[in-house]
């Protein structure tokens, strides 16, 4: 009988499949770098930072590092996200840490050069650093990949940050000291946090109640909103929950989210076509003044109407034939709400007035043609008339003697020629 040979096959591993989870709530050591040590002068400082934009940089962190941890891993078979997010975060705290110490510097000696952008405002200049170590660290397959592209890396990078915040892995207080250290370093101006510097703990706590920084909720029922006392005023003019009175003028109050939608459709006061739209009136009327506008416009609406019945009718006439309508009927046309009643009312008083005589265009040219011969002759007549009156002043003048005179010789000349012509 033979014996059985060794197996010479590896022995099966029994490790379980590496994790995706991201360790939950594991003790950070923050590094030392971080601590304002290396600041001489006065040994307490006032560390209080604008609350709106030190929420917004803490935010950020979160889905900085989870980018950092899925480019890392891509197309790992023994590595996940959560197996290299503890090692990623320190390293993220120590490059932002580094970065920002020496960023104001960078940015002076390198602006305008095309390897570095310049930002003012803080929230920008991390923002950009955290995307700068996270592009660091992708690896090989990730750089290449068409994954990196795609809406599955996107997915991939949300779902992992969510796991992060949901097991505690960087709580907000601890992103939040980094994020003060992080913030004073790239603020030059002093524009987001505040730097006083006091020589005992007594005058910082004095000074703590009162600064301008100091952290403030809004006092508006449903509003959480958090910023700095030099914000209030400015939070204020934009907060959604605060109760204002209506833009529109109207008598109500309301908090601001809901303003645009009670303007447009609620509101007392929104502009509204007028009833007589159709047929002519153009006017934007509030609708709580309808019946006022119907009333005070009457007079219009009754010519809209004239205008729809008598199409080749000039305005003049239609005029003349409203105030004669309004003088049989006013008090019953006031009544009609709407075109369809006015219209048929003033059909009904049109109807009793003697007919409207609409003088065509052809009729007014052929009624031309003939008036322009006879003020011809008219004209002429005056010319004839003139020439009289000017014959009868010169005939009453003192040269009429000489004149006469001389027409009564003319023809005796005139006389004595033929005669002489008629003997020869």
């Not at 509030?286 to 009754?302: A, F």
Request: charged share 30%; proline share 7%; with cysteine.
């Amino acid at each position: 009988m033979m014996e059985a040979s060794p197996s010479t096959d590896p022995p099966a591993t029994t490790d379980p499949p590496p994790t995706t989870e991201p360790p939950s709530g594991d003790v950070e050591n923050l590094p030392e770098n971080i601590k304002d040590a290396k600041e001489a002068g006065p040994a307490f400082h006032c560390d209080i930072c604008d609350a709106e934009l030190l929420f917004k940089i803490t935010q950020a962190l979160l889905p900085g590092l989870a980018t950092a941890c899925v480019d890392n891993t891509t197309g790992g078979v023994f590595r996940s996200p959560g197996s290299v997010a503890a090692d990623i975060r320190k390293e993220l705290v120590e490059y932002l840490t580094q970065r920002t110490e020496t960023y104001v510097a960078e940015s002076v000696v390198e602006e305008g050069g095309p390897e570095m952008e310049v930002f003012d405002n803080p929230y920008d200049i991390i923002a950009f650093l955290i995307d700068e170590f996270a592009v660091s660290k992708r690896n090989l397959f990730s750089r290449v990949s068409a994954l990196l592209l795609s809406e599955r890396r996107e997915d991939s990078i949300d779902d992992f940050a969510q796991q992060m915040e949901i097991n505690g892995f960087w709580p907000v207080d601890r992103r939040e000291a980094i994020v003060q250290t992080l913030l004073k370093n790239v603020d030059v101006k002093n524009e987001y946090h505040c730097n006083m510097k006091f020589e005992t703990a007594e005058e910082l706590s004095l000074h703590v109640p009162t600064c301008s920084f100091r952290v403030m909720t809004c006092e508006n029922e449903g509003c959480d909103a958090r910023f700095s006392a030099n914000k209030v005023e400015k939070h204020d003019s934009v907060c959604p929950f605060k109760i204002i009175p209506c833009e529109q003028k109207c008598p109500a109050f309301l908090i601001r989210r809901e303003m645009d939608r009670h303007c447009i459709t609620v509101c007392p006061m929104k502009l509204v076509n007028c009833p007589f739209f159709s047929v002519g009136c153009k006017t934007g009327v509030p609708s709580c003044k309808i019946e006022e506008h119907q009333s005070q416009e009457l007079h219009y609406h009754i010519l809209y109407i004239l205008q729809g019945m008598y199409k080749d009718a000039p305005d003049e006439v239609l005029k003349e034939r409203v105030d004669q309508i309004e003088e049989k009927a006013a008090g019953r046309l006031a009544n009609a709400k709407t075109v369809r009643s006015l219209t048929s009312k003033v059909k009904d008083v049109d109807a009793k007035l003697p007919p409207l005589v609409i003088e065509t265009k052809k009729e007014a040219e052929t009624s031309e043609t003939e008036a322009k011969p006879e003020s011809t002759e008219v004209s002429g007549t005056n010319g004839n008339t003139e020439n009289a009156a000017g014959t009868k002043e010169v005939v009453n003048s003192e040269s009429a003697p000489p004149s006469s005179k001389g027409s009564e010789e003319a023809p005796e000349a005139t006389t004595e020629n033929s005669v002489k012509g008629s003997e020869e």
